[in-house]
């Protein structure tokens, strides 16, 4: 009923820069918090940055100052702008949010991930 749909993955080099994009479709009647997430091989998937319905930011600590996350609600859409990439930014990331249907059904939904690969 509800989904997401990232773009704007793919392979830079370190320094550089990338911007991803979030679409949510369906039967949306609401869209709480949206976010990027990350998985690097290997490793456990972690929270890169959060946005709530307000405006309302957060990072982990490793990308604060080099990455932004922003949203248009009017286009259902979250963003996560990517500069001074980093090897170590390498992983396939993933969107996030926490959604209400038109039926008032509650959803955490999931976007199929994106590759971003940071090369030295």
């Known amino acids: 009923q509800v989904q997401l749909v990232e773009s704007g993955g793919g392979l830079v080099q370190a320094g550089g820069s990338l911007r991803l994009s979030c679409a949510a479709s369906?039967?949306?009647?609401?869209?709480?918090?949206m976010g990027w997430y990350r998985q690097a091989l290997g490793k456990q998937r972690e929270l890169v940055a959060r946005?709530?319905?307000?405006?309302?930011?957060n990072y982990i600590d490793s990308v604060k100052g080099r990455f932004t996350i922003s949203r248009d609600n009017a286009k259902n859409t979250v963003y996560l702008q990517m500069d001074s990439l980093k090897p170590e930014d390498t992983a396939v990331y993933y969107c996030?949010?926490?959604?209400?249907?038109?039926?008032?059904?509650?959803?955490?939904?999931w976007g199929q991930g994106t590759q971003v690969t940071v090369s030295s």
């Open positions: 369906g039967s949306i009647f609401s869209i709480n918090a």
């Open positions: 946005i709530t319905t307000g405006g309302s930011t």
């Open positions: 996030h949010a926490l959604m209400v249907t038109t039926q008032l059904y509650e959803y955490n939904v």
